[in-house]
């Protein structure tokens, strides 16, 4: 079973390279805000299903949630909706590829937050692993001319709201004392992703309810982002049950890789040689970031 995290991992990646590619042409028409409740508003249902079906063929007793669980439920949800509008900006700003390489900074800063706020020393091949790609990531947002700090502050950002949003998830994945991995994983993912769907379909019905029609007017793309986007969750939140979110999220550098076709495939995007320089600095640091914390 140990390594079972690293197969739900690289399947994770997978889907949400598909999720993110949709949601990027979403945002269009909907907006950040819209193009972003697609993946919670139409993922929350698959999510019920998945976790229904767990419940049938395994036989396992469903949790009883701690008030430590909503705790972990709400810092997971929230931060990741906060980092999926701010990856959707950068998106627009910068090419699909770069931006997948921005978020693949998260992994790092997980391990600053550990050092800032856990006290965790880290020893001298981690940070030089930290250099290596921050030097990658000045290089993917250095344009000669253009001195915008912008799409590299919303990609940081981004990164940063994700890191928490996966600490946030395995808390709340750990905070069941569950023996089923499987029905910890499935449960969390239904709270959370119900949860979001809840807060944003109120926060539109306040602010923007034109937005919230348009969405259900682009049901079937809406549909597909939300399927991929439960899907991939379930992976991730499997991922989580079993190996530590700095592991995770390490491995989940190989999507990358499937960012690179996904440019070239669906969007006709050439990737510069400097930003493609960047972005195996990046994984560079990534990867030796986690062979020294191993």
């Known amino acids: ?44 249902p698959f999510a019920l299903i998945f ?3 767990i419940w049938l063929v395994t036989d396992a007793s469903l949790p009883h949630p701690s008030l430590a669980f909503g705790g972990w439920i709400l810092l997971g949800a929230l931060t990741q909706i906060a980092g999926t509008m701010l990856m959707l900006l950068t998106m627009n700003e910068r090419s699909f590829v770069v931006t997948v390489a921005y978020l693949k ?15 965790d020393m880290l020893r001298p091949p981690s940070v030089a692993a930290i250099l290596i790609a921050t030097l990658g990531v000045f290089l993917i947002s250095f ?5 915008s700090l912008k799409p590299t502050l919303l990609g940081l950002g981004a990164a940063t709201a994700f890191a928490f949003s996966a600490i946030g998830y395995r808390g ?21 992703l119900t949860a979001q769907a809840v807060l944003l379909s109120a926060y539109l019905s306040w602010r923007d309810r034109v937005v919230l029609g348009a969405i259900f007017r682009l049901w079937k793309p809406s549909l597909f982002a939300g399927f991929m986007g439960a899907l991939s969750s379930q992976f991730w939140f499997l991922a989580f049950a079993l190996a530590t979110a700095a592991s995770v999220r ?9 960012a ?20 195996a600095l ?7 970031l986690i062979w020294a914390e191993a």
């Open 1 to 44: 079973m140990s390594g079972l995290w690293a197969v739900f991992t690289v399947a994770g990646s997978l889907g949400q390279t598909a999720r993110n590619a949709m949601q990027r042409e979403l945002t269009g028409s909907l907006g950040a805000i819209g193009a972003t409740h697609v993946r919670f508003l139409f993922g929350f």
């Open 51 to 53: 976790l229904l079906g």
């Open 105 to 119: 900074t998260e992994p790092i800063q997980v391990a600053v937050f550990g050092l800032i706020f856990l006290g």
């Open 143 to 147: 344009k000669p001319g253009n001195s």
């Open 172 to 192: 709340a994945i750990l905070s069941l004392h569950q023996t089923q991995f499987v029905m910890a994983a499935s449960f969390s993912l239904a709270v959370g």
């Open 250 to 258: 390490t491995l989940a550098l190989v999507e990358v890789l499937f």
């Open 260 to 279: 690179q076709a996904t440019t070239h495939v669906l969007f006709k995007q050439k990737t510069t040689a400097r930003e493609i320089a960047g972005i």
């Open 282 to 288: 990046v994984v560079v640091g990534c990867a030796l």
